[in-house]
């Protein structure tokens, strides 16, 4: 069984840069389709960003693309999120998900493993 711990999360200023790491113990981290969420309060846990289990693919929601990059090293079992640009509505706990299936079902939250959540404060 694969656990997941992120990492990276901080304050940071409108148009700053993060990037957040999510280390998978376990053997079978290359079986996983890899991605993250992101959530704020009272709100539902919405996709960010999803990598194919070798990295050959990748997708985003609409809000993020042109500003995050998602991708993975299967030797070092780590997945991760360099955001660019930020903004302040990116203020959110980002989760890191696995899933085995695909990564459209991750998509569309379908996910078989979920990491604790690191903090991204982003200030205007």
């Known amino acids: 069984q694969v656990q997941l711990v992120e990492s990276g999360g901080e304050l940071v200023q409108a148009g700053g840069s993060l990037r957040l790491s999510c280390a998978a113990t376990?053997?079978?981290?290359?079986?996983?389709?890899m991605g993250w969420f992101r959530q704020v309060p009272g709100k539902e846990r919405e996709f960010v960003a999803v990598?194919?289990?070798?990295?050959?693919?990748?997708s985003y929601t609409d809000s993020v693309k042109g500003r995050f990059t998602i991708s993975r090293d299967n030797a070092k079992n780590t997945v991760y999120l360099q955001m660019n640009s930020l903004k302040p509505g990116d203020t959110a706990v980002y989760y890191c998900?696995?899933?085995?299936?695909?990564?459209?079902?991750?998509?569309?939250?379908?996910?078989?493993?979920w990491g604790q959540g690191t903090q991204v404060t982003v200030t205007s």
């Open positions: 990598v194919s289990w070798r990295g050959g693919t990748t």
């Open positions: 998900a696995a899933a085995l299936k695909s990564p459209s079902l991750l998509a569309a939250g379908v996910v078989d493993i």
């Open positions: 376990g053997r079978t981290f290359s079986s996983y389709c």
